[in-house]
T-cell receptor
């Protein structure tokens, strides 16, 4: 158990719909990362927040958005869903944010499996 | 580019050594990591190496870093069936907040 929780575990929805995925980081961790893992794309970095502020953006679509709340939990919102959005979505947390000071170990949650029909 | 590349599959016999390779593109990478993903689970950090090191050993795991060729490898000694998983290398770069993950190598250990 990494200490990172994600809900829901599974989500099945239809094209055009909107969903929200939730992540609670490990106690004391200030950084939250979101990743998308699909069979053909591998693990894609989407976005990172540090202490409530966006720090880095990866391959995140405009239909997707995220935020980190004052209690440090984070939500990833996916809208106008398409079949190709079906994937595993992982949240990870770390105590700090990599940058000029170097890297920090990321602890991954168990993931949310999203199926778009 | 930002690619971190790995071979997709590796198959070894139980008790043999496994070597998983990774190439990265950015010479300013500060930390390089190896993560393990078991079926149905998230990624778990196995080990990491700072970019000014050439080698790091941790029990059955040995990480080798060739900065000149931007090549990272993970050697697993005495590979066990429980080592069957997907292994990801990753890098974090000085001056950015991004982690770049490789494509993952699926290791299959044959009994």
């Amino acid at each position: 158990d990494s200490g990172v929780t994600q809900t829901p575990k599974h989500l099945i929805t239809a094209t055009g719909q909107r969903v929200t995925l939730r992540c609670s980081p490990r106690s004391g961790d200030l950084s939250v990362y979101w990743y998308q893992q699909s069979l053909d794309q591998g693990l894609q970095f989407l976005i990172q927040y540090y202490n409530g502020e966006e720090r880095a953006k990866g391959n995140i679509l405009e239909r997707f958005s995220a935020q980190q709340f004052p209690d440090l939990h984070s939500e990833l919102n996916l809208s106008s869903l398409e079949l190709g959005d079906s994937a595993l979505y992982f949240c990870a947390s770390s105590v700090g944010a990599s940058g000029t000071s170097g890297g920090f170990e990321q602890f991954f949650g168990p993931g949310t499996r999203l199926t778009v029909l | 580019g930002e690619d971190v590349e790995q071979s997709l599959f590796l198959s070894v016999r139980e008790g043999d050594s496994s070597v998983i390779n990774c190439t990265y593109t950015d010479s300013s990478s500060t930390y390089l990591y190896w993560y393990k993903q078991e079926p149905g689970a998230g990624l778990q950090l196995l080990t990491y190496i700072f970019s000014n090191m050439d080698m790091k050993q941790d029990q059955r795991l040995t990480v080798l870093l060739n900065k000149k060729d931007k090549h990272l490898s993970l050697r697993i000694a005495d590979t066990q069936t429980g080592d069957s998983a997907i292994y990801f290398c990753a890098e974090s770069r000085s001056g950015t907040y991004k982690y770049i993950f490789g494509t993952g190598t699926r290791l299959k250990v044959l009994a």
